[in-house]
């Protein structure tokens, strides 16, 4: 698993589960990424890819000694098809500040590049 650089943003390699069924998401996303999640709960995420598409992903919980997380095959498998991903390669996710509330963000393969203007952080485009 990488940490891409500020603001919080989170990797990972995805498994061939990840790829196959459906994205497990690591448990340190879920304080920072996820604070408001409930054991045993289905929650639709909006998240916007890199083409600027929104998405929604359904994530399911269920309890044990700590909060397990996935991205239901419903809007997750859907991704994996449009960007034809594959097992090794990586995704990314973070927030950003969009007109005064949280978007969450996914970017696959490429590591997302962050640069500060006027206190905000913004991501540079691929070329």
Same mark, same amino acid.
Request: charged fraction near 30%.
């Given at each position: 698993?990488?940490?891409?650089?500020?603001?919080?943003?989170?990797?990972? @390699?995805? /498994?061939?589960?990840?790829?196959?069924?459906?994205?497990?998401?690591? /448990?340190?996303?879920?304080? @920072?990424?996820?604070?408001? !999640?409930?054991?045993?709960?289905?929650?639709?995420?909006?998240?916007?890819?890199?083409?600027? /598409?929104?998405?929604?992903?359904?994530?399911?919980?269920?309890?044990?000694?700590? !909060?397990?997380?996935?991205?239901?095959?419903?809007?997750?498998?859907?991704?994996?098809?449009?960007?034809?991903?594959?097992?090794?390669?990586?995704?990314?996710?973070?927030?950003?500040?969009?007109?005064?509330?949280?978007?969450?963000?996914?970017?696959?393969?490429?590591?997302?590049?962050?640069?500060?203007?006027?206190?905000?952080?913004?991501?540079?485009?691929?070329?």
């Amino acid at each position: 698993m990488a940490d891409c650089a500020r603001p919080p943003c989170y990797g990972k @390699t995805l /498994s061939p589960d990840d790829v196959k069924d459906k994205f497990h998401v690591p /448990s340190n996303w879920v304080g @920072t990424l996820f604070p408001n !999640l409930e054991q045993d709960s289905e929650l639709p995420i909006q998240v916007r890819d890199q083409a600027g /598409s929104e998405r929604q992903f359904v994530m399911k919980t269920r309890s044990g000694d700590y !909060l397990k997380a996935v991205f239901q095959r419903r809007g997750w498998h859907k991704f994996v098809k449009d960007f034809d991903l594959r097992e090794g390669e990586t995704v990314y996710f973070w927030k950003e500040a969009v007109g005064g509330r949280d978007i969450m963000r996914v970017q696959v393969r490429d590591e997302p590049q962050f640069v500060q203007l006027f206190g905000v952080h913004l991501v540079m485009p691929n070329e």
